[in-house]
Nanobody
Framework: QVQLVESGGGLVQAGGSLRLSCAAS????????MGWYRQAPGKQRELVAL???????SYADSVKGRCTISRDNAKNTVYLQMNRLKPEDTAVYYC???????????WGQGTQVTVSS
């Protein structure tokens, strides 16, 4: 089992920055991929960024060049640095972890990001 706890959301003006954090606990050494998804009202949940256990990263086209995903293995924490935020970035952001060997996926409770114009 893996537990994920997000923090760092909030209200920011367009053009501003936020850093989201996701602290993982439990069977963290089995995690293959961690990442961030988001869901805006009335829309499907979508991928924002992923980072593998080997450090490889991938991003949605909508955030490339504005967001950076990183991890601190000593703190068992994954971060999402978001810069030049836009109103369309407004959503609930969910931390995500996947363990391939047992085909399991875990989600955090979500943190609200609101970008005002």
């Amino acid at each position: 089992q893996v537990q994920l706890v997000e923090s760092g959301g909030g209200l920011v003006q367009a053009g501003g920055s936020l850093r989201l954090s996701c602290a993982a606990s439990g069977s963290i050494f089995s995690i293959n991929v961690m990442g961030w998804y988001r869901q805006a009202p009335g829309k499907q949940r979508e991928l924002v960024a992923l980072i593998t256990s080997g450090g490889s990263t991938s991003y949605a086209d909508s955030v490339k060049g504005r967001c950076t995903i990183s991890r601190d293995n000593a703190k068992n924490t994954v971060y999402l640095q978001m810069n030049r935020l836009k109103p369309e970035d407004t959503a609930v952001y969910y931390c995500h972890a996947r363990i391939f060997s047992i085909s399991s996926t875990y989600w955090g409770q979500g943190t609200q990001v609101t970008v005002s114009s």
